[in-house]
């Protein structure tokens, strides 16, 4: 398991840009995922074996695995993520 990650974590992942697919989303490939991955890019400027970060928070984790929310679950090794932000608990979460 990813030391120090837990549930609510925000976590990046360093992606790679395969290609563009329409004019305002590329296909990226993530890491230990398997399967191409479509987000939004609007800015027309990010380039084929560009690397970018995803973010999103951490919703399941599963001995060597972690499942981040990107706009869709995505598990992964967990040691392809990298803590960003540690969640908190609210003190009124009870």
């Known amino acids: ?19 563009r697919v329409t004019e305002d989303h590329v296909s990226v490939s993530i890491p230990s995922y ?7 890019d609007q800015t027309a400027k990010v380039q084929k074996g560009q690397h970018i970060e995803l973010i999103g928070s951490v919703t399941h984790i599963d001995e060597n695995h ?6 869709i679950p995505v598990t992964l090794d967990a040691d392809t993520a990298r803590l960003v932000t540690p969640y908190v608990e609210d003190a009124t979460d009870g």
């Not at 398991?1 to 992942?13: F, H, L, R, S």
């Not at 398997?34 to 939004?40: C, D, E, R, W, Y």
């Not at 972690?66 to 706009?71: A, D, E, I, R």
Request: glycine fraction near 12%; avoid cysteine.
């Open 34 to 40: 398997g399967q191409p991955h479509s987000i939004v």
């Open 1 to 19: 398991m990813a030391q120090g990650i837990k549930i609510g974590d925000e976590v990046a992942i360093t992606a790679t840009v395969r290609r």
């Open 66 to 71: 972690v499942t981040v929310n990107l706009g």
